[in-house]
């Protein structure tokens, strides 16, 4: 079956520093990827998605690219912020209908001064 | 518009109580979800609902039943609350509109706590 897999959090970086989250997936056929962005005590927004390979989605500077050789998704950004402090969940579109999407434990950022 | 509205926010049960969760939206959307949200653990499917008068089972769907009698809403039921339903449940809608971009996107609601003692 469809699999997210995240790399664990909690991370901690100071403002103005280079981010990384890497996602890697498995799935069946050719799902779209997406990462999502909850901030505290709100639901989950969409932050970008890509629908196939080597498409690059991106968003409020944030960054990933679809890379089917690698079935991999990682989220980028060159310069976070204090408000960017979120959790954030990679997940992929289940292709047997319904729209159904398969996500990731989620990685919580932390942005501090 | 509103978007996905949750009802109630918060709520405590004690073991064996029920209560219903009601999820509203207003985007004219024909898919609706379920999902419970756990730490450690990602948003897990419960139920879901591809139209009005369907639903269908996701991932962890035990000890928990759907309604979808109208288009606008999806209900989500608890018969008898068990502690290890305790969690914070989140529903969601997307667009069936294949033409449309975005049209996977899935748009969710502010969650509801569930507390069961």
């Known amino acids: 079956g469809n699999s997210v897999t995240q790399m664990e959090g909690p991370v901690t970086l100071s403002e103005e520093a280079f981010l990384t989250i890497n996602c890697t997936y498995t799935?069946?056929?050719?799902?779209?990827l997406f990462w999502y962005v909850q901030y505290p005590g709100e639901g989950l927004q969409l932050l970008l998605k890509a629908t196939k390979a080597d498409d690059k989605g991106s968003n409020k500077g944030f960054e990933a690219t679809y890379r089917k050789e690698t079935t991999s998704f990682h989220l980028e950004k060159g310069s976070v912020q204090v408000s960017d402090s979120a959790v954030y969940f990679c997940a992929l579109s289940d292709s047997g209908g319904g729209n159904k999407l398969t996500f990731g434990t989620g990685t919580q950022l932390k942005v501090e001064l | 518009n509103a978007g996905v509205t949750q009802t109630p926010k918060f709520r405590v049960l004690k073991t064996g109580q029920s209560m219903t969760l009601l999820c509203a939206q207003d985007?004219?959307?024909?898919?609706m979800y379920w999902y419970r949200q756990d730490p450690g653990m990602g948003l897990r499917l419960i139920h879901y609902?591809?139209?009005?008068?369907?639903?269908a089972k996701g991932e962890v769907p035990d000890g928990y039943n759907v309604s979808r009698l109208k288009k606008q809403n999806f209900l989500l039921g608890l018969e008898s609350a068990a502690p290890s339903q305790t969690s914070v449940y989140f529903c969601?809608?997307?667009?069936?509109?294949?033409?449309?971009?975005?049209?996977?996107?899935?748009?969710f609601g502010p969650g509801t706590r569930l507390t069961v003692l």
């Open positions: 609902s591809v139209g009005e008068g369907t639903t």
């Open positions: 985007m004219n959307h024909e898919y």
């Open positions: 969601a809608s997307s667009s069936t509109d294949r033409f449309q971009q975005g049209t996977d996107t899935q748009y």
């Open positions: 799935a069946t056929g050719y799902p779209s």
